[in-house]
């Protein structure tokens, strides 16, 4: 239906209405949810440090010319919601930039692209980079992505050493970011430096609102009614059957309808916009 949005219960709603207005508490009882945080940095090596050759000797990339280098850094993001990438990079020439992609899967890449973006170095030298997403990146918190960067010859990503060898001989090899782990070994001019961890920081815009698994709405919730819709007809037109709340549309009617795509066969809950719920 054009025009129109389809609500099954138990998934995760798509549009303008909230899942907590069919998981209901009375709906009158329904804690109201805080503003959306500030943006803050969700995951980092730790400790965290200055962007330098001393903090981070071992690095992929920087290999002069057309040369690129694809480099992989596994992360697992405790916030709802990704807005940039930071990388610790030496760009050795002017107009050095690092184009990147966020995937799930592993450190192979073969997982799918879910976000990208792209950043040009303010100046040569050590720095933290700052890269945003192409747009807001949905992220389920606890799960494994995948930050890949395609790293010019002009630009060189930092990290944590791997193993004592080459430029890391006087370096600590600990694990700073055990969440996570790297794909590329480095180089550096002393020889061979396997990385441990890249550099990287992700920013994260966390919104509270936002519910991402169905055990984390139902606790903010706290004591309600679950309608599913199952028991109606296909095709029923919903109005005031449930108790305490009646669904309404100035564009047509609010229906009950089968649907292979419901969570909980057979129905979904399908209805023109703007679909009122009171």
């Not at 949005?5 to 009375?26: D, E, F, K, P, Y």
């Not at 969700?42 to 200055?50: A, M, N």
């Not at 930092?158 to 480095?186: F, K, N, Q, R």
């Not at 005031?240 to 309808?257: C, I, K, L, M, R």
Request: proline residues 9%; aromatic residues 6%.
């Amino acid at each position: 239906m054009a025009g129109s949005i389809r609500w099954g219960m138990r998934r995760r709603a798509v549009g303008a209405m909230s899942c907590a207005a069919l998981l209901m508490a009375g709906l009158t009882a329904l804690p109201v949810a805080p503003a959306a945080a500030a943006e803050q940095v969700d995951q980092h090596l730790t400790p965290e440090r200055d962007c330098t050759a001393a903090n981070y000797p071992a690095s992929a990339g920087g290999g002069g010319g057309s040369a690129t280098v694809v480099a992989r850094e596994s992360f697992v993001p405790q916030a709802n919601r990704a807005t940039a990438v930071v990388l610790c990079v030496n760009a050795t020439g002017i107009g050095a930039n690092v184009t990147g992609r966020i995937r799930t899967g592993g450190l192979d890449g073969s997982g799918p692209v879910i976000a990208t973006f792209s950043a040009t170095a303010p100046a040569t030298g050590y720095q933290w980079l700052r890269a945003n997403l192409d747009a807001k990146l949905l992220t389920t918190p606890g799960r494994s992505f995948v930050l890949e960067a395609t790293l010019p010859g002009n630009v060189e990503w930092h990290g944590t050493c791997g193993a004592v060898v080459g430029v890391c001989l006087i370096a600590s090899s600990s694990d700073e970011y055990p969440a996570g782990s790297a794909s590329a070994p480095g180089t550096g001019p002393l020889g061979l430096a396997p990385i441990g961890d890249f550099a990287f920081r992700t920013m994260a815009d966390p919104d509270p609102r936002l519910f991402l698994r169905q055990g984390d709405f139902r606790a903010s919730v706290g004591q309600r009614t679950e309608e599913s819709f199952d028991a109606f007809p296909n095709g029923t037109v919903v109005t005031d059957q449930v108790p305490g709340v009646a669904f309404s549309s100035p564009n047509g009617p609010v229906t009950a309808t089968a649907s292979p795509s419901a969570a909980t066969p057979p129905n979904v809950l399908t209805g023109p916009v703007p679909l009122a719920v009171t």
